[in-house]
């Protein structure tokens, strides 16, 4: 079935406890990008990758990294979390960019004490 | 910056009445405008989406139609359904920007 995953689905952390969130996609999709999306605000980028290598900052990047060292996966990295950073973070994926069909993950819900 | 504006923020309908959104956006540049469609508890899902070169496109109950002039395209549902409540964005191509969302709930 072609999805795109995310792990894990919640996490209750504190504050400066580093932690990843892994995303992967099975249909060979050049482009994925990660979102967070809080009430009144809608869904925000943080980084987005053209293809393997190549990672570009989004609308909210701080305190967040990312890399792309494979095509089908896209791990969120926190340093050093902190509770502003608690939202629910999509992952999405697309055949080519931003004008194809974009195919978001179940959601990660994160909860930094 | 916010670079698409969405409006009415929350939409109550009917069933069987007819919900209007719209989205408004800034940069002319842009050529292609997708809606996606979130439910509770699930990431969001391509809906319909229209390139500026058409006025109107619609898939059976859903319509989008663009108004260039104006900046602005809007999501038409007819005939509402209670399973068509959900949150609404759109979204222009500068990396992909999305709007604050739309919420509408379908009373029966």
């Known amino acids: 079935e072609a999805q795109v995953t995310q792990n894990p689905r919640y996490l209750i952390t504190v504050t400066g406890k580093k932690l990843t969130v892994t995303c992967s996609q099975n249909?060979?999709?050049?482009?994925m990008s990660w979102y967070r999306q809080d009430p009144g605000l809608g869904l925000r980028q943080i980084y987005y990758s053209m293809n393997v290598e190549v990672t570009d900052k989004g609308d909210v990047p701080e305190g967040y990294k990312v890399s792309r060292k494979e095509k089908r996966n896209f791990p969120l990295i926190l340093e050093s979390p902190s509770p502003n950073q608690t939202s629910l973070y999509f992952c999405a994926s697309s055949l080519e960019g931003f004008h194809n069909e974009q195919f978001f993950g179940p959601g990660t819900r994160l909860t930094v004490l | 910056q916010q670079q698409v504006k969405q409006s009415p923020q929350s939409l109550i309908v009917q069933k069987g009445g007819i919900s209007i959104i719209n989205c408004a956006y800034e940069n002319t540049a842009f050529d292609y405008f997708p809606w996606y469609q979130q439910f509770p508890g699930k990431g969001p899902a391509l809906l319909i989406a229209i390139r500026p070169d058409v006025s109107e496109k619609k898939e059976g109950r859903f319509t989008i139609s663009f108004n260039k002039s104006a900046k602005q395209f809007s999501l038409h549902i007819m005939d509402s359904q209670p399973g068509d409540s959900a949150t609404y964005f759109c979204a222009v191509l500068n990396r992909l920007a999305f709007g604050k969302g739309n919420q509408v709930v379908v009373i029966p």
């Open positions: 249909m060979n999709h050049e482009y």
